[in-house]
Every structure is written in C-alpha cells, then in structure tokens.
Nanobody, 119 residues
C-alpha cells in the first residue's frame, strides 16, 4: 500500500518561510517522479514543483526563485522549502508520486497539509 504523509504546514507571516516534508512508503522511491501541488480555495489544483529520479527540478513560474524541492532517496522523503512566502501561496499542499519506469504505478497523492500566509 502506497502512503504519502505530509508534514510542516502552518500559519506564517508574509515574507516568512516554511519547510514541508513528505514521507513515502510502499513505492520504489528512487524510480519515482516526486512533486508538490497546491490548491487554493475556489481554485484548481496546480503543480508547484517536480523532482524527477535524476534530481532534475522544475518549478511553476509563480514560485521560481522562492521555493526549492529536494529529495532524499535514502530516507524516501521529498521536501519543499518555501521562502519569501506571499498571501497567494496560501492553500493545501499535496505530495505527489508516480513510478515512471515499467511497470508504471500511480499517480498517488498525500492527504495534504494546510499552508496559510497571513498577518
């Protein structure tokens, strides 16, 4: 059974930082694409950042230069360091995993962690 468990969300003031972490189990982590998505109230879920099995990262334009995704294949974790947070970064952040080598598995989602950026 695949499980993705997020942690690290919370309330932070504009300009502050948070670090999200996702612990994965039940999936071959080293051969999986890992990503973070978010969903703001009343909006569709959007991809924030991805990290492929080679460590190559891609970011949404809205977070580029402020967020950093990283993975630890030894610990089966993927983190999202969020700096210079803005109110429009508020939302539920979801961890995503997909095994992209054969046999394919997923995608899989975590339960989400709330991030609120406000005074």
């Amino acid at each position: 059974q695949v499980q993705l468990v997020e942690s690290g969300g919370g309330l932070v003031q504009p300009g502050g930082s948070l670090r999200l972490s996702c612990a994965a189990s039940g999936i071959p982590f080293s051969t999986s694409l890992m990503a973070w998505y978010r969903q703001a109230p009343g909006k569709e879920r959007e991809r924030v950042a991805t990290c492929n099995r080679f460590g190559h990262t891609v970011y949404a334009d809205s977070v580029s230069g402020r967020f950093t995704i990283s993975r630890d294949n030894a610990k089966n974790t993927v983190d999202l360091q969020m700096d210079s947070l803005r109110p429009d970064d508020t939302g539920v952040y979801f961890c995503y995993a997909e095994k992209v080598t054969f046999p394919l598995l997923g995608p899989f989602w975590g339960q989400g962690t709330q991030v609120t950026v406000s005074l």
